[in-house]
């Protein structure tokens, strides 16, 4: 099964791709923390995104496309898609990539969410420097303070969590990332989830979208 979470950053994406993608025995490809990874690896790939990444604006189409094709390439049993595609030219890229190999999309998700919460939500988002497990300060803390329950690692926020980032990236989803969802509803099966609701009802809504694909194949 191939499949996209799409949404505005902080919609909760990162957290609901990994549960789906373990559940469904999926590639979790997250543009983010692959750019992230070569930032920390200090590749050369690393230091050509680094500066987007930091201001909170996209990473030319052309070095997305390139990197996500390399990755699709490598897993042959389905895949989910977390913050990829964000422009019209990446879905454009991946509907001919997908086409020349006889493939195709088995369902968009789209998690909407209300953007003053992500504010509210981005900001107080920590993650592990070890292990990369998700928290938040208020919904989600972990039991020690600024320390992983699973590892014990550090907790950090991310550079572009910091409010005047996180509203820069909000201004750049709404402007090239906004359309795709017109996009996707005219092509693809296409399903919305109300992202403001606690994680396990959204988590329970996305399975039961994902589980009416699964039939459908
Ligand atoms: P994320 O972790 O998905 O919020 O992505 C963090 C940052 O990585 C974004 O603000 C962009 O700078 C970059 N990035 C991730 N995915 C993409 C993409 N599909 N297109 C362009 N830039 C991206």
Same mark, same amino acid.
């Given at each position: 099964?191939?499949?996209?979470?799409?949404?505005?950053?902080?919609?909760?994406?990162?957290?609901?791709?990994?549960?789906?993608?373990?559940?469904?025995?999926?590639?979790?490809?997250?543009?983010?923390?692959?750019?992230?990874?070569?930032?920390?690896?200090?590749?050369?790939?690393?230091?050509?995104?680094?500066?987007? *990444?930091?201001?909170?604006?996209?990473?030319?189409?052309?070095?997305?496309?390139?990197?996500?094709?390399?990755?699709?390439?490598?897993?042959?049993?389905?895949?989910?898609?977390?913050?990829?595609?964000?422009?019209?030219?990446?879905?454009?890229?991946?509907?001919?990539?997908?086409?020349?190999?006889?493939?195709?999309?088995?369902?968009?998700?789209?998690?909407?969410?209300?953007?003053?919460?992500?504010?509210?939500?981005?900001?107080?988002?920590?993650?592990?420097?070890?292990?990369?497990?998700?928290?938040?300060?208020?919904?989600?803390?972990?039991?020690?303070?600024?320390?992983?329950?699973?590892?014990?690692?550090?907790?950090?926020?991310?550079?572009?969590?910091?409010?005047?980032?996180?509203?820069?990236?909000?201004?750049?989803?709404?402007? *090239?990332?906004?359309?795709?969802?017109?996009?996707?509803?005219?092509?693809?099966?296409?399903?919305?989830?109300?992202?403001?609701?606690?994680?396990?009802?959204?988590?329970?809504?996305?399975?039961?979208?994902?589980?009416?694909?699964?039939?459908?194949?």
């Amino acid at each position: 099964m191939n499949l996209i979470l799409l949404g505005c950053p902080g919609a909760g994406k990162g957290t609901q791709s990994k549960l789906l993608a373990q559940r469904y025995g999926l590639a979790h490809i997250a543009t983010g923390d692959l750019f992230r990874a070569q930032i920390a690896q200090k590749t050369a790939l690393g230091q050509k995104v680094e500066s987007y *990444l930091k201001s909170g604006t996209l990473v030319p189409d052309s070095i997305v496309v390139e990197m996500v094709a390399g990755k699709l390439g490598e897993c042959s049993s389905g895949w989910l898609l977390d913050g990829f595609p964000r422009t019209l030219e990446q879905a454009q890229a991946l509907d001919k990539m997908l086409k020349s190999e006889g493939k195709t999309i088995d369902m968009v998700l789209y998690l909407n969410m209300d953007e003053k919460a992500v504010l509210a939500r981005m900001t107080t988002r920590r993650s592990c420097a070890s292990c990369g497990e998700l928290y938040n300060t208020i919904s989600k803390p972990p039991t020690t303070e600024g320390k992983c329950d699973k590892c014990g690692g550090e907790l950090k926020q991310r550079d572009d969590d910091q409010e005047t980032t996180v509203k820069k990236r909000l201004m750049v989803y709404e402007d *090239l990332t906004r359309p795709l969802i017109a996009y996707y509803r005219s092509e693809h099966a296409f399903n919305e989830v109300n992202g403001n609701q606690p994680m396990e009802k959204v988590t329970g809504e996305l399975v039961a979208f994902v589980d009416q694909a699964k039939v459908a194949r």
